[in-house]
């Protein structure tokens, strides 16, 4: 029995021919660095995110040369993409011409209600998703009204910033339903976890719209992964969330493998490879951050959803990788390698990961062999 939250029931969305919401699996997202207005380096970068696992891909649209250079990059992307685009509404036409699967913009950023219009009417035509995106650090000041009303509430300093990200939202999200428009998607991110927890909870109760988790700015690899997994893991834990991103300063390829990571420890999607590997301390006496890493870097590769322990002594080892679909229990130089709770062998240190690598790709190779029966028959 599951001791997470049933998911918050959304609208359906689709990006292209990728669902989001309505009970569909949870999207992974990132977004490209590459220049767009480079469209051979931006297309390798959306291989090179598709090949990890992302599902959609976000690209910033800042002038019309970069949307110039849309029609050379959309029909050749193998995922759909999203235009990330401010201000300026045509730039918001052209990539509707270039045949973009979804915007990010905010309407109430445009300033000429007819523009609002025009990009709505051409949404609307193409079947196109919109998704309104409040950044705490991009909403417009907070008026006094606003701040009394909220102080008669008592409300705490990350409510009342909750609130005006929200409303601010629900704002920009008028402006589309005034026009009959209701493919949205929502997101409020924020760098600090207490305040973007507290919008996102608050606007799941508003409206049935599909929410796109993320912690902006985060932060580099170490702090930002911690960062965004607090912060998207705990409100996907209580049910709220139907596509995320993980902002990090890195390489967005890495967004996407800390993304999975977070779906795969709630047991929310299951892909690739999990590393089950203990902390190590004074019983281990083989060098296991040697051989723990080895096997990390070989598992990138593995898209099947297999689980691998590397275990370091006899307290934890031996139950650890009997639960495993492949492990090791190491001590005193050696390792006893599992297979399915089965011990399969004894092999010498220099030897467990050559072992494992071996067991790894045979199970492999037979789901492979049972699927294509199984397609056969």
Known sequence: MSLLAPRRLTRPVYVGNVRIGGGAPIVVQSMATADTRDPKATLRQIQELADAGCEIVRIAVPDRKAAAALPDIVPHSPVPLIADIHFEHTLALKAL???????????????????VREVVKKAKERNTPIRIGVNFGSVAPMTEEFVDEM??????????????????ALGHIQILEDLDYDNIKISLKAFEVPVMLEAYKRMATRNAYPLHLGVTEAGTPRAGSVRSAVGIGTLLAVGIGDTIRVSLTTDPVEEVFVAYEILKSLELRQKGATLVACPTCGRVEVDLFSIANRVEAFLAEIDEPIKVAVMGCVVNGPGEARDSDVGVAAGRGKGLIFRKGEIVRTVKEDEIFDALKAEVNALVAERQAERELAAVV
């Open 97 to 115: 011409d270039a045949g973009i699967h979804g915007l990010r913009l905010n309407p109430g950023n445009i300033r000429k209600h007819e523009d």
């Open 151 to 168: 102080a008669q509430q008592h409300a705490t300093q990350v409510e009342l910033v909750a609130e005006h990200m929200v409303r601010s």
